[in-house]
């Protein structure tokens, strides 16, 4: 916010200290009768060797000899600052209509090329809630990287190789046949794929058999093509469905095996730099200095692995789609896999690798429940979503029987749901994922957010329906509390997502709309809009808008929809 910058830059000046040591130390205080600002001295006092409440005092001095501030008071060793609330809410008002993004970005990063590897499932295997997570985390980073200013590459990495395969095709041989894998490929596929684990327990020459048919895959053999073909494109086609509903979009699907050819000129350059070592007969980069495991480069049997490939993936995405940011939304559980990989790259001489970010979040539990897909406990997200749907339907049909277009509005809602609790928290958490608190309504959830943002859609409706314009202007005299408290959030806005970029936690723009849905929702109950007289009812319906707006764009950036009436 600019008037948290022009309170850092006068006090630095009277502090004789840098201001944007002095600006990280500026706080909104926990209470709003504390002030709106606040700038604790303790620290510079200790740096300064001086008292705290002098140093507060002189600052404070200096802060009312600005001008900036409406009032300026010292409280023990801190300084609490009132804002001139009409200059703050035309600011904000002017951001609002500026463009959609007006209030949160200044495209920081415009120039910058990132890719960002997200969702990437295995084929032939189900999507599952769990998936669920790095496909909305992914796609939120995506937004608001975009609206940072970066050209963003979405890449969806398929695990769509490996020995996997080759139990695949011997489950199919064995137990499967062609008119089951069409009519739900995934799941038959899935089904196949356990069978084959039980299975193999009292008959481990299945085992071979699995290494058999991955190693002729390996080597072009007709029928084990065809079949590793066939897996991919009925699952992709399952999945493109349930990306469709999310409204998740990539612009490059390059499963692993794109860089089956790839992995040789990597082992050869990691050998002509002296990189490689052998280990119990297989290749490796020592990173034993980094207190890291060696990073595994060629299996004893020559067979390459996951890390060569991210290796010639990291390669491609930088020298071939020219990214300079290569971001990576995986689980918690792949930490030591990335670590390993970036120093690799850091070894080859990549000044690039410092770039590189592995976005890491926390499992997802259902119920409480860890899912595993090795034991076929999963709970696939397409039942997941069809019912989220159904009772966002039965809800609109209880609270609102008369709305046009109610199928969608469940889809957006039922969907919105499901992907907001998957947001809503710091990702580093695991997520439970439990239907009473995905679909209460009145709590901090998506339709929550969805409905706020309806109303204020449906104020503006009735406010155009009786011939009303809003110029964003200020109103004449000083804010009520609740319409000030709105605006001191909607001011946060730029502030807010910035700190969700540079984490790249969209958690951060999931709070900060709901804390604008709550302050919206007071105010609207405190402040009449349509019923106030006209020079009030014209602030309140800029101040409405400019809410709608900051809603919107945060919906957008976490990958809601926003329907206009709930
Ligand atoms: N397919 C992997 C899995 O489901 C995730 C791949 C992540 N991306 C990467 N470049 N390694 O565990």
Redesign the pocket.
């Known amino acids: 916010m600019e008037w948290k910058r022009a309170l850092a830059d006068v006090a630095a000046a009277q502090l004789g200290l840098p201001a944007d040591d002095v600006l990280a130390a500026v706080e909104y205080p926990p209470h709003p009768n504390l002030g709106d600002l606040a700038l604790p001295c303790f620290r510079f006092a200790k740096v300064l060797r001086q008292n705290p409440a002098q140093l507060a005092a002189a600052t404070a001095a200096a802060l009312t000899a600005s001008g900036r501030f409406e009032h300026v008071e010292v409280a023990g060793g801190y300084v609490n600052v009132r804002l001139h609330r009409q200059a703050v809410a035309a600011r904000v008002l002017d951001l609002a209509n500026r463009n959609p993004a007006g209030l949160y970005s200044r495209r920081r990063h415009a120039g910058d090329k990132v890719a960002v590897?997200y969702s990437?499932?295995?084929i032939a295997k189900p999507f599952g809630v769990g998936?669920l997570r790095?496909t909305m985390i992914g796609q939120a980073i995506c937004r608001m990287l975009a609206a940072d200013g970066f050209t963003v590459l979405g890449i969806n990495?398929?695990?769509d190789w490996g020995t996997q395969f080759g139990k695949n095709i011997v489950a199919y041989l064995r137990w499967g046949d062609e008119a089951t894998v069409r009519r739900d490929p995934v799941r038959e596929l899935f089904r196949l794929y356990v069978r084959f684990h039980e299975e193999a327990k009292d008959h481990p020459e299945l085992e071979d058999e699995a290494r058999a048919w991955f190693k002729k895959l390996e080597e072009g053999d007709a029928t084990a093509r065809r079949l590793w073909q066939w897996f991919i494109q009925e699952s992709l086609r399952a999945f493109e469905q349930t990306y469709q509903r999310l409204g998740v979009t990539f612009d490059y699907v390059l499963g692993?095996s794109f860089y089956n050819d790839k992995m040789q000129a990597v082992i050869d350059e990691l050998q002509a730099r002296g990189l490689l070592t052998e280990s119990e007969g297989a290749e490796v980069v020592d990173l034993s200095a980094w207190n890291l495991p060696p990073c595994i480069i060629r299996k004893s049997d020559g067979a390459t692995i996951?890390a060569t490939?991210?290796l010639a993936?990291a390669l491609y995405r930088h020298d071939v789609l020219g990214a300079d940011h290569l971001v990576?939304v995986?689980?918690s559980e792949?930490t030591l896999?990335?670590q390993q990989v970036f120093k690799v790259l850091e070894l080859m001489d990549r000044p690039w690798a410092a770039h590189c970010t592995h976005v890491a979040f926390g499992m997802m539990k259902y119920n409480g429940e860890r899912l595993s897909t090795r034991r076929g406990k999963v709970v696939y997200l397409e039942d997941v979503l069809t019912r989220a749907v159904q009772e966002a339907r039965q809800i609109i049909e209880e609270k609102n029987p008369q709305l046009p277009e109610k199928d969608q509005v469940a889809e957006a809602v039922g969907i919105g749901a499901v992907v907001f609790n998957d947001l809503k928290n710091d990702r580093l958490h695991d997520v439970d994922f439990r239907w009473e608190d995905v679909l209460n309504f009145d709590g901090e959830t998506g339709p929550y957010v969805q409905y706020t943002h309806a109303r204020a859609c449906s104020v503006l409706r009735r406010a155009q329906a009786e011939g009303l314009s809003w110029p964003p202007a200020p109103p004449a005299t000083t804010l009520s509390d609740p319409e000030w408290q709105l605006v001191h959030q909607l001011a946060q806005s730029n502030e807010l997502f910035e700190r969700a970029v540079d984490r790249f936690d969209p958690s951060v723009i999931a709070r900060h709309a709901l804390d604008l849905c709550h302050l919206f929702n007071r105010f609207y109950h405190d402040c009449p809009i349509l019923g106030a007289p006209a020079a009030e009812r014209t602030w309140r319906l800029a101040l409405t808008d400019a809410t709608r707006q900051a809603l919107a764009f945060a919906l957008h950036l976490l990958g809601l929809a926003a329907p206009a009436a709930m």
Request: aromatic fraction near 16%; hydrophobic fraction near 20%; proline fraction near 5%.
């Open positions: 590897d990437s499932p295995n998936h790095s990495h398929l695990g692993e996951y490939r991210d993936a990576y995986v689980g792949q896999h990335f």
